[in-house]
Nanobody
Framework: QVHLVESGGGSVQAGGSLRLSCAIS????????FGWVRHIPGKLYEGVAT????????YYADSVEGRFTISRDYDKNVLYLEISSLKVEDTAMYYC????????????????????WGQGTQVTVSS
């Protein structure tokens, strides 16, 4: 079981920046990838960033490449999503998510690739 708690969302103007945090606890030694997924009401969930942990690699959606950065502080066991050059279309609920145990990934994760989810943190970007 992996427990995830997000924080750091808020309301910002277009062009601004935010850092989302996700506190990770539980069976993290058997979890080989984590990521961030966002959801706009009425639309599909969109995977935006994935970090593979055993052989570290990061993957990003085309829509956020160059603006979003996923990282992890292993000492604090916190996953981050640094978001810069925010756009109005980035407005969404952002979820931290973890893959199923003993499972790796070699590409950006979609919502179906994750087993554990946090409660989400809202990001609202105004023009």
């Amino acid at each position: 079981q992996v427990h995830l708690v997000e924080s750091g969302g808020g309301s910002v103007q277009a062009g601004g920046s935010l850092r989302l945090s996700c506190a990770i606890s539980g069976a993290t030694s058997t979890t080989y990838y984590f990521g961030w997924v966002r959801h706009i009401p009425g639309k599909l969930y969109e995977g935006v960033a994935t970090m593979r942990t055993r052989v570290v690699s990061t993957y990003y959606a085309d829509s956020v490449e160059g603006r979003f950065t996923i990282s992890r502080d292993y000492d604090k066991n916190v996953l981050y999503l640094e978001i810069s050059s925010l756009k109005v279309e980035d407005t969404a609920m952002y979820y931290c998510a973890a893959g199923p145990p003993y499972t790796t990934i070699n590409a950006l994760g979609s919502a179906d690739d994750y087993k554990y989810w946090g409660q989400g943190t809202q990001v609202t970007v105004s023009s």
